[in-house]
C-alpha cells in the first residue's frame, strides 16, 4: 500500500502567536484567515513569508460569499487575490455561503437554498475567483440553525452536486456536519457517504455550545457552531469515519476563535485528532488488503 501522510493543525489567532511559534515542532500546518491580511503591512506580510519557511501555510475566507446567484464583485476578487499572491499559500478555501443581500451585508455565513440554480451560481463564482486568483477554492460546508427554505435537495447531496459543478474539492468541516445531522436529525454517516471522498482534502474541527432557537413561534434547541470550545467526542468519531474511507492525504485543522484554553489542550487535541486519523486509516487498510 502507498503510505498516506495526513497532516494536523491549527488556525492562527494573534492571541495564540506564541504558543503557535513555540510548538511548531507538534503542528504541522498553520490556517490563516484571509481577511486578517487583506490591509496587512508589508511587516505583517514579511512575516508570514518567513513563517511559511518552515511551516506549510493556507489561507481560509469568510467574505466572499461565493454560493449565490450574485456574481461575486471583481472588487472583492482583487483584494483576495492580493493576499493570496502575497502570501503564496499551499491553498485557499471559502464557504458555501452566502454572505451578503445586494450591498446589504449580512454578518454571518448564511446557507443558501440548495437547488441547482444555486450550484450553477456557485459554479459560475468559483470560475471567476479562479479566473482571478489563479486557483480554485476549496469549498467548506457550513451549519446552520435554518433549514434553509425553498430547498430541493438535501445537504449531502447539494453538496455533491455543487462541488462536481464547481470541479473543485472540498474542505470538510466535521462540527459543521455534527450541528447539522444533531439539530436537522439526519445521519452524518449517510451524509459521509454521499460526498465523493476523492474530493476531501481539508478537515475543521471545532466545537460549540446548545442554545435555544426560536423557529415559527416555537423555542427550540440548537447545537450552535461557536469555535469556543473544545471538540467533542461525536467530532473525532467522524474523523474516524473520514480516514477510514479517504484514499488521499487529509489536513486537519483545529479552530478556535476565542475562550483560548491553555496550549496542553490544544496540543492535546491535536494529538486526538491524530489519534483519529491513525485509527480510520488503521480500520482501511485491512479491506484495502483484502480486495
Known amino acids: 500500500m502507498a503510505v ?15 504558543a503557535i511559534l513555540s510548538n511548531l515542532d507538534r503542528i504541522d500546518v498553520i490556517e490563516l484567515m484571509l481577511e486578517d491580511f487583506i490591509d496587512a503591512s508589508r511587516a505583517q506580510l514579511g512575516g508570514v513569508r518567513l513563517l511559511r519557511q518552515t511551516t506549510p501555510v493556507m489561507v481560509h475566507g469568510v467574505s466572499l460569499g461565493l454560493a449565490s446567484l450574485r456574481p461575486v464583485a471583481s472588487r472583492r476578487l482583487d483584494r483576495v487575490a492580493r493576499v493570496v499572491d502575497a502570501i503564496a499559500p499551499e491553498s485557499w478555501s471559502e464557504h458555501l ?45 457550513i451549519a446552520t440553525l435554518v433549514d434553509p427554505p425553498g430547498s430541493d435537495l438535501d445537504e449531502g447531496a447539494w453538496v455533491r452536486e455543487t462541488l462536481s459543478a ?22 452524518p454517516i449517510a451524509f459521509l457517504d454521499q ?20 423557529v415559527d413561534g416555537l423555542a427550540e434547541r440548537r447545537l450552535l457552531d461557536d469555535h469556543l470550545h473544545d471538540v467533542p467526542d461525536p467530532v473525532y468519531r467522524l474523523l474516524v469515519e473520514v480516514a477510514a474511507r479517504a484514499s488521499g492525504p487529509l489536513t486537519v485543522i483545529l479552530e478556535r476563535d476565542g475562550r483560548f484554553p491553555m496550549t496542553s489542550t490544544l496540543l492535546r487535541q491535536l494529538d486526538q485528532a491524530r489519534d483519529a486519523l491513525r485509527e480510520g486509516r488503521g480500520r482501511a487498510q485491512p479491506a484495502a488488503e483484502a480486495v
Open 4 to 18: 498516506v501522510f495526513d497532516r494536523v493543525g491549527l488556525s492562527w489567532r494573534g492571541p495564540l502567536a506564541a
Open 97 to 141: 455561503a452566502f454572505v451578503r443581500a445586494g450591498d446589504i451585508e449580512i454578518g454571518h455565513l448564511a446557507a443558501p437554498p440548495r437547488t441547482q440554480a444555486t450550484i450553477e451560481g456557485t459554479a459560475r463564482n468559483v470560475d471567476r475567483a479562479a479566473t482571478v486568483l489563479g486557483a480554485r477554492p476549496l469549498l467548506e460546508n
Open 166 to 187: 464547481a470541479d473543485t474539492d472540498l474542505l470538510l468541516d466535521l462540527h459543521n456536519l455534527h450541528a447539522n445531522a444533531t439539530n436537522f436529525d439526519f445521519d
Open 195 to 214: 460526498i465523493p471522498m476523492d474530493r476531501v482534502r481539508q478537515i475543521h474541527i471545532a466545537g460549540g455550545r446548545w442554545v435555544t432557537h426560536t
